[in-house]
């Protein structure tokens, strides 16, 4: 088990960034990371860092270098050096080491709330935020709904009709929308050479959105640790050309179908290598699956708003998890009539998005922009 | 100990110009610190309920476990026990003998006792309706928050018990009065959380 | 048979693993349950062959003595220190190894990497500020003891239990494994039926209730205790410091109970709070455990701040600068740390607003924070500063500490947050902070006051050598994360397959052991000290030129503190009777002094709520009952008994405090230039006068 492991961790590298650090294996730095990013998104994370960085020097050195000084200067074996003893007050003083952290921050605040509202990650990336990046938009924007399994990811591209475990293609240029979910614990996926991270969470759907500007290859991780496969969460996202994109789609179209019963295999706990065990495949490449429910991805947030409990041979991630009897609900039943399931509050899109300020709404099939039917 | 000039710090308790005075100062006003502290407390238990109102889950809801009477009952019979209470406080700080002081605490005991029961019917009620709290997050919190209430007013009545002890066994000493004085507080804090649960769970709950 | 220990079993004692399944892994798992049952042992022996089990209770276990007290929740806080030195010291071999693998498994690595962070925060820092505060609050505002002393012991015990339910675990069953904030619903029991997250609940609660009622009892103190004269403004800034802790404590400690006693419920009873199906939500987890989680952070670093205020006044000899800039700055971290704890979780999906306001909130606590590091260095500029072990650790606190703050503010924006959230690069951020922030200050506190509690001085090239160690040792080990952190490192990671974190990785073990060498340079500090308590004795009392009330009592300070309460007239009284020429002061009249008794109800407490969390852990139903019962029954029949007082006659005060004046009067004061010398008995001839 530890060989194949070995191969196919070779593939998602990273590289130093150039700011921090000599790069001991030139072979690494053409894998994309947050110092080094693929795609706008991340590259402005990278100015953020580093400009307030800049500002945040202008507060930190005089202490850096005053701090040595003073201990030095005013060592008690120095006798020219003066002493005030009773010395405590000093308005100018009192000004500067108030006032001065004040303009840092107020510029901080104004600096960080633009940035925040600037790249929210459930914002779509459109014309206008393009513009204000001065990249391309070619083409609509691809779907993808990601769902965090242990430990592994499973990329939907319902559009396309096809999933992947193991590897995420993105086309360039073209904008990505991402909804997130899990279908055990608690996951973060973070994608540092793209986007960073949301988290992803049963029940609810949170997004990401981001685009790669150059062709390349990075990785995408679980933050949030979920169990012992959780160091092996790590897959390589390629950012590919259009033309391949379209080649890579049309040529997973022969790929096996991810059924309930396949799905449910796939879910349960288990690392890559170990689903590729599983669904018999050879090698260390991802696997790729035809998509003959669209409404997956619905179905496996559904799981957790049925408003009956879970067994937990029906849980995936739960020790007595049996992947031969368990299943995903069916969406109709769940979403009944007026599309809301019978478990609603906290559990819902936009309650996630509202953090605990959010009023919760309920997690309807409109707020998903989904019909029941598909 | 700080104070030079003498004053009568607690002229609630009638304990006049000492030390003792000094001490049941720093005695009550410590518990006032708890009694915040045991705020936050129920204002978080409070929280996790507004967020979890909606989560049903299916399962019942307020409507199905509001019983206006029943809670009317446990109002009157908490805000009895607070007004019997009070005269415990009175009769504590006016008459030098114990018998009238012990004969208005048990009427508040008896009060909060009935109310204890009142409660525990509701909660044989919606066990019986299967509005237990496994059932969902709402349930959970419903029974978390009234539980932890009613939890408070049990353990209040077990002080209610030692204190009576204690008032048999040493009389009413300046300690005492102080310790009293310290349940007196505890018993009206749990009648303002409780006006927080039948208006914000029950009332609201039905509105 | 089965069921009188409820689902614990045979197969649960960790003892024997290693010669079942022999690896590194077993190991070290056994090694660590030998080392916690062995130790227990020797300990008992110890007492055993010494006879000194009386001594023991009656001296320590049953003291009333916020002193004793104080010292009791330092040598728990260096108990568990060493075990969570060691447990580092193992991950940090673990990760020089990680690439692809690692020696231990995936699941002994998560049991490491949670009970480090919980042992590291519940039961080493917060015994260790507890610790201090307890020793200090009463002799800074002139007391005899705290306002509630039987609650403080109590306190002790619940801490204690907590502490004790984490060792437990290491011999029997296992440890949760989602890290110290335990997450669920990963420790949910759909996920982990197991014993490992109810010991982490159990403990957390039970210790929880211990630091809440720590806090109320110091706020008591502070508010109703001082001594006449002493104005909020004349505190020493520690009260201040500890004030505001208190403060936190009190109200920051109620939402960690709500969290582990929900998750508990969730645990044991089936309840839905934060379980995945039937409404539960783990959202409100976050937001309940960082609504304590955040202001911890500050009820851990605000005694320190004090003690960082104190130590640059003496040994720069100097008023500290900025007396109210630094009580304005402390209460402003104090109210704003409330209202930060979201930016624990940006990345939860809320609204750029609501992580703007946040992120906003978090760099407004970083102006007081500046504030405080601009005050001590004014303090210092223009003083006479001696290079003693606490100035060491405060060179080091002012680099290491202010790079700690640095990578805070670069947290607070959410836009980069998105990015080194949940990687390496907090790890490295937080213990930046909490190590020359904190555990830096505890260490200067000790070389402090380690002569008041006991009548000796450390030994300063011991001690130097190990603050130096401690200052490398933290560089090394950390530093190098904030690198791997950026290169997309997630944090609680057991293995990595990029071979660039090799370098990285070896530094920092490298730098592990050189911490690990620095935790031997303390014991030996200790031991070198005691060996050579006669040379290094200061039983005058003020070995530092101190400034505070605590500097004006013999060493150890009598059980009563002072023999009168003092009146205060300024800030550093003690400073300003020396500048004018009259310490030590002789009273005018002795009066009997009335003490609390002793009692064991903090031993009570410990048992029953040892006992019980073990009970609710293991679903032993009936222990859990009569833990319970027992104690509440104790409890009751204490109240319905008379304690009177201890009362100290007049005539022994007089006897002892005049012993002590007398041996003031036949010493000559030493000067600072012999401060570490020999010569300095702790009667202090105060710079401060010779430059008035």
Redo the contacts between chains.
Sequence with gaps: MQSPRRSRLRACRAPLGALLAIVPAAAWADIANFLDPLGPIARFQRLELIWASVLILIAVLPVLVGAPWILWRYRRSNRDAGYAPGWSFNTRLEIAMWGVPVLIVIALGIWLTQATVRIDPYREIDLEMAEGFDIRLEGPPVAIDTVGLDWKWLHIYPDEGIATVGELVVPVDRPVTMRLTTDTVMQSFMAPGLAGQIYAMPGMVTRLNFIADRVGETFAENTQYNGPGFAEQRSPVRAVPRDEYILWTAAATGAPPLDERAYARLAASGTLDEAREAFGQEGDGPLVFTLPDRRLFLRIVARY?T??AIAPENQPGSPVYDPETASLPDIAVVFGENGRP??????SDAFAQGGICGA?A?LTIANLGELPDG | ??N?KPMNAHPGMNLGYGEGAHDA???V??FW??L???L??FG??FA?FG?????????PGPREVTNLHSVAIQTALLLGSSFAFSWASLSMKYHEGRWRTLFYLSFAATSALGFLIIEFLDFRHWIEIGAV?????????L??LVGLHGLHVAAGL?WV??MT??IL??GLTDDIKSRVTRLGLYWHFLDIVWVGIFSMVFLAGIA | MDNIFGRLTWADVTLFEVFKDPSIDTAVASAAAWIAVLGAVAVVALLTFTRRWGWLWREWLTSVDHKKIGIMYMVLGFVMFARGIFEGVVMRTHQATALDGGILTPHHWAELFSTHGTVMIFFVAMPFITGFMNYLIPLQIG?RDM??PMLNQISLGLTAAGAALVMISLVLGVFETGGWTAYPPFTGAAFDPGPGPDYWVWAIVISGFGS?FSG??F??TI??????G?KYLHMPVFCWTALCTSILL??A???L??AGL?QG??RL?????F?N?????MM?YAN?FW?FGHPEVYILILPAYGIYSELTSTFAAKQLYGYTSLVWATMSIAVISFCVWLHHFFTMGQSPTINAAFGIATAIIAVPTGVKVYVWMATLWRGRIRFTTPIVYMAGFFILFTIGGFSGIILANPAINYQVHNTQFIVAHFHNVLLPGMLFAIFAGIHIWFPKAFGFRLHETWGKVTAALWIAGFSMTFLPLYVVGLMGYPRRSSAYDNPEFVPYMIVTLLGAFVLLTAFAGLVGTFVVSIRNRRDLAVPLGDPWDGRTLEWATPAPPPHWNFPV?PQVRARDAFALEKVEGRPYVVPEEYRDIHLPPSTMAGVMCFLATTGLGFALTWWIWWLAALSAVSV?IWL?GH??R?HPHVVIPAKEVHRSNQAWIEAIDLATPVDRDHETKRMNRGFAATDMAEAT
Excluded: C
């Design positions: 708003v408003g009956e019978p478990s609603t509050g906290p559990a919760p309920a | 100990m700080s030079a100062e720093v005695k006003f410590g610190v708890f915040m502290s045991d936050v407390t978080l238990v996790i967020t979890m109102v909606e989560a049903t889950a299916g399962g709290p496994q059932r969902s997050g709402y349930l959970s919190a029974w978390a077990l018990g030692a002890a204690q066994i040493f | 007391a306002a509630f809440m109320m009892n706020a008591v508010y109703k205790m001082r001594a006449p002493m009190t109200f400690l109620p939402p109970t709500v929900m419920l969730d009873a089936g309840f839905h709070f379980t199906d039937l409404g539960g939500n409100n309940l609504m309460i509440l009751i109240s319905l008379d």
